[in-house]
């Protein structure tokens, strides 16, 4: 039996290619070796965006073209909304049952995004309980290995405690889910800062190929590099952090840093290079992403299709739920 991996995504939009060098090439080489679950956590989606839930709708459309487009392959893996499986709110409220305030009270993301995320009320009863819908959707499907970024290993170590703390109760039932950390190489966007869909800096998958130009184009570079004549320092250039992590030419590269550290070569001849990685690595992605936009049954048949498979684990986990707390069979 091959071990399990899920993960999930919230949809908030297109995706950039910071999540395709980090998560999402990770997740599709896990599907030669694992049977993996890939969630788009929708129900998570609306805990931040309850005020204004109109988006959620086509973002999760997005999202599974982004997914499908990068070789998320749903022949292979199960690929579904976490809104589509009812059983992921019913083991929710088993596990918020068991919860401890003080563990949700605790948790560093939690408290970081009260202080910091000022334009949206996150003061509710399920924003509190995030990681319990988080550890429900993972041991729902009793995944083994869940690849995230550092950002989540707190809540990953609750699913863990809660898991323990099920278990202690009512018996073995879960197993505890391993992290598996993924790496995510530094991808700045368009001025220099991390790329973020909510810092307006990054370039999309499905952005089309004028859109990518014209974003390297006007994109900030070394900035002690006003002139063309003035000599560069790739070590502190947003461009070359990207370079680094899609232009795979070693040689070109070498050519590339001498001819910017000598003033040999401009600044748009540098993006023009990496323009034609980026463009090798999207143009692929972008076709089958086309491809399956204008497949005949609907590309969110994909979805239904998913949530019909991963059904079955989920109401096979949630009667043995049931069972074990001693409730009356149904
Ligand atoms: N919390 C994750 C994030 O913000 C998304 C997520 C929800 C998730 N459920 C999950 C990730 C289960 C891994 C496993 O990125
Ligand atoms: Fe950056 Fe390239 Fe310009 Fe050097 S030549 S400053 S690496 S864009």
Known sequence: MRKRVFSGMRPTGRLHIGHLAGALSNWVRLQDDYECFYCIV??????SEYADTNLIRSNCREVLLDWLGVGLDPDRSTIFLQSHVPQHAELHLALS??????WLERNPTYKEQIINIQNKDLSTYAFLGYPVLQA???LL????LVPVGEDQSAHLELSREIARRFNYFYGDIFPEPQTLLTETPKVPGTDGRKMSKSYGNAINIADTPDEIWEKLRTMMTDPARERRKDPGNPDKCPVWDIHKVFNRDAEERTRLSDGCRGAGIGCLECKKALFAHLMDLLGPIQERRRAFESREDGVMEVLRKGAK????TAK?????????????DR
């Open 316 to 328: 096979e986990t949630m009667s043995q739920v049931i069972g074990s707390v001693g409730f009356v």
């Open 309 to 312: 498979r991963a059904g079955i």
């Open 136 to 138: 429900a959707d993972i």
């Open 97 to 102: 049952m068991i919860a401890p305030l003080g």
């Open 141 to 144: 499907y009793k995944g083994d």
């Open 42 to 47: 929708d129900w998570h989606a609306m805990m």
